[in-house]
């Protein structure tokens, strides 16, 4: 868990923290609005998966 700002990083780059192939995909996106999003990724070349919170900053809740 301690890694995940890290992880999410290089998601956001495209690449899978884990094999660092650019074959990193959205694959659920829940939530919304000014409810916290929980994203989930997964890697299709080394079947990494990870979800991640991200709050709205939009929201001033
Ligand atoms: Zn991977």
Redo the contacts with the bound molecule.
């Keep these: 868990m301690k890694d995940q700002s890290k992880e999410l990083e290089k998601i956001e780059q495209g690449f899978?923290p884990?094999?660092?192939?650019n074959?990193?995909e959205m694959v659920d996106i829940r939530g919304g609005g000014c409810s916290p999003k929980i994203i989930t990724y997964r890697?299709s070349?080394?079947?990494?998966e990870n979800s991640f919170t991200k709050s709205n900053s939009s929201c001033t809740l």
């Design positions: 899978c884990k094999c660092k192939h074959t990193i890697c070349s080394c079947g990494y």
